[in-house]
């Protein structure tokens, strides 16, 4: 397994969550807080950079203050409380992306209207929510999602195992639809992504690609994985992305962000 180089200036850390930086239980591991203090006193930004809402992320990461956070696939990077981009999709694309999920009575799916003030759900039964919640920690449920009054940045399916690929094939709408995860299809403008996001977050703190490290596992973190020159895709990863990464980090089971980072820290090599 490769690490980064002892002697590079890293200043900025970009972090996957699901299947990268969470373990085999999708939970932070224990051992993180310490290497991220140990990024944090030496003046690099600890990033996540997730498909996740940005009011899960800010949760997940409380204790670390006001960092840095790539949120909704890339369409929103917030510092804090302050808005560093974002990307709206227009009120037609919405209502395409709402019949077209609802079009789809032979699937078990669920829609969540990813909004600027909170994510939207039609569905309320226990089962959804459940799959929901370790994602979007601020949900309203509404009788009707087309009755929605809130900017909205990015909509994710949430389907049954096996059936992301007929669900992303299904909607066939004016904007740019990703698989983001075994049960999740996301769908937002064109052109918008985590290397977009990261991007505006390095231009915004001074960062260049030589001086960022990014880890990733699925096709949703392959632009993101493009803008850094420390890229590294998990022993896990997608074979997209192990393809596109310039380096491998063992498995999210293992700690495998962990491992690299400690390894940066203590000035090593080697694993």
């Not at 972090?15 to 006193?41: C, H, K, N, R, S």
């Not at 950079?49 to 790539?70: D, M």
């Not at 509404?142 to 900017?151: A, I, N």
Request: hydrophobic share 45%.
């Amino acid at each position: 397994m490769h690490t980064i180089n002892p002697n590079a200036t890293i200043k900025l850390v970009a972090v996957d969550m699901d299947g990268t930086f969470l373990d085999g239980e999708g939970q932070i591991p224990e051992a993180a807080w310490v290497v991220i203090d140990e990024l944090q006193a030496k003046g690099i930004s600890f990033v996540p950079a997730s498909g996740r809402q940005f009011a899960t992320l800010r949760e997940q990461f409380a204790a670390l203050g006001e960092i840095a956070i790539i949120a909704e696939n890339g369409t929103v990077v917030m510092h804090g409380e302050q808005e560093i981009y974002s990307n709206i999709i227009d009120a037609q694309s919405v209502t395409s992306v709402i019949a077209a999920t609802r079009a789809q009575s032979a699937l078990d799916v669920g829609l969540v209207l990813c909004g600027r003030r909170t994510a939207y759900v039609e569905r309320d039964d226990e089962d959804f929510l459940a799959a929901i919640a370790p994602y979007y920690r601020a949900v309203q449920v509404v009788e009707d999602l087309d009755q929605v009054e809130d900017e909205i940045i990015k909509m994710a399916v949430n389907v049954a195992t096996g059936q992301v690929q007929a669900m992303a094939a299904a909607l066939d709408v004016p904007l740019q639809v990703v698989v983001s995860g075994s049960h999740w299809v996301d769908a937002m403008n064109h052109g918008v992504h985590k290397g977009l996001a990261l991007k505006a977050l390095q231009d915004k703190l001074g960062v260049t690609q030589d001086e960022t490290a990014v880890f990733g596992d699925y096709p949703n973190d392959l632009e993101m994985i493009k803008g850094a020159t420390y890229s590294f895709a998990m022993a896990n990863a997608h074979p997209v992305v192990a393809a596109a990464a310039n380096f491998t980090a063992p498995a999210n089971t293992e700690h495998g962000v962990l491992q690299v980072l400690r390894a940066y820290l203590e000035g090593r090599d080697e694993l």
